[in-house]
């Protein structure tokens, strides 16, 4: 899940200790005596609130999402050994049939003379020398088919252990994913408990701060030359993935989703690059961890740029300061200043990929930046007279 907040000041990181009750309370009241009803809370406090609930909720949105994708990862292993352990009962049917034959053959050819006696009554006998061979060759053929059914059994008999295992654990990540998709939901429901607490001067007021603070960490940024001086073309997965994101601008976030009419952001990140013919890791964790770091000095368009401590959120970088993401619920996919999350890092999905000799930057659609990146406002990032505001 995908979490936008302010990247400056005290504003950004929550307050030591036990979170205020009366983020989640009703309005005009308070869970624990001597705590402010959130009606008489400083907007700063408000927002620190907000940010801690979006923040938790992303983390478990994305801890939903790697257990998704392994547990996907599981019924594919499932499927898999189902498939082999059904070719080895096959195998082991048609191994058995050919040892019942083999009994049969065994038990006819015992009744018959022997054939050294055979050889001292043949009147020929090189023709009773070339029978033995053959009869050798017809045991030797007998002991492949004993030692065919017994290998057989054997291979059956690990994959059945092995295909039980694999079930075991699949049943374990689905209570695993059940877990998390609560605590998603628990997070997101407390955000909306708060949101339907605030007043609409409340709601306009935290939407101001949070454009002030986006702008002074903006300006920081750029002042600091962290971002570097030139502009760099993207790789040619680069621009695919670039361009695949912009095409998705308005879409709403929704956490656990890749498309296509709804994304959480690394949903979107994975899909734009998937896109381009470039496979990344599903959740922003993973991409931080598995993908080829890179400095912000030296960003190029279509790099993922990573945000938080605990690597939770994650976008696509527009250039010019800019990137694309999916914010979070109540938002849709838009165009943010790179600065508007506190950031950790850049990486690079195509590390060997070489920058384009030309390239144009994709043309952004009417509204790309409109909206909150705090996802306070209705669904779709509208206010509540219908107009969407600067993000």
């Known amino acids: 899940m995908c979490t936008a907040a302010i990247a400056t000041g005290a504003v950004i990181s929550p307050p030591p200790g036990p979170a205020p009750a009366a983020a989640t309370a009703p309005p005009g009241e308070s869970r624990e005596s001597g705590e402010r009803p959130v009606a008489e809370r400083p907007v700063a406090e ?15 949105t994305e801890t939903y999402n790697a257990t998704e994708e392994k547990l996907n990862n599981q019924r594919a292993e499932v499927a898999k050994l189902n498939r082999r352990l059904a070719r080895a009962r096959l195998s082991l049917h048609d191994s058995r049939s050919a040892a019942a034959r083999l009994a049969r053959q065994q038990y006819q050819s015992s009744t018959e003379i022997s054939p050294y006696v055979r050889l001292l009554l043949a009147r020929d006998p090189q023709h009773a020398l070339d029978q033995a061979h053959v009869i050798r060759q017809l045991s030797k053929r007998r002991a492949e088919t004993v030692h065919r059914l017994t290998g057989s059994e054997k291979k059956t008999d690990e994959l059945a252990r092995a295909a039980r295992k694999a079930l075991d654990g699949q049943l374990a990540l689905a209570e695993r994913q059940k877990k998390a998709r609560d605590a998603v939901r628990k997070r997101l429901e407390d955000v909306e408990e708060l949101l339907a607490s605030l007043s609409a001067d409340q709601l306009a007021e935290l939407a101001e701060l949070e454009k002030a603070s986006e702008a002074e960490a ?60 470039q496979t990344v890791p599903r959740t922003s964790q993973e991409q931080w961890d598995q993908l080829d770091r890179v400095p912000l000095s030296e960003l190029r368009p279509g790099d993922l740029v990573v945000y938080f401590p605990e690597a939770t959120h994650v976008a696509l970088y527009l250039g010019n300061g800019k990137v694309i993401h999916a914010p979070r619920p109540g938002a849709t996919v838009k165009v943010s200043p790179l600065a508007a999350n506190p950031v950790l890092g850049a990486v690079r999905p195509d590390p060997a990929g070489k920058p384009l000799r030309q390239y144009t930057p994709p043309k952004l659609p009417p509204g790309a930046t409109d909206g909150s990146d705090e996802g306070y406002e209705g669904e779709g990032g509208e206010t509540s007279d219908g107009e969407g505001s600067e993000g």
């Open 46 to 60: 408000l927002l620190t609130g907000l940010q801690r609930l979006y923040r938790e909720a992303e983390k478990a």
């Open 218 to 277: 903006q300006e920081e940024l750029v002042a600091s030359g962290a971002l570097g001086s030139s502009a760099r073309p993207p790789s040619r997965k680069g621009e695919a993935a670039l361009r695949y994101a912009v095409e998705q601008i308005g879409k709403p976030y929704e956490w656990g989703a890749e498309g296509p009419d709804t994304y959480d952001c690394s949903g979107l990140t994975s899909e734009a690059w998937a896109y381009a013919g």
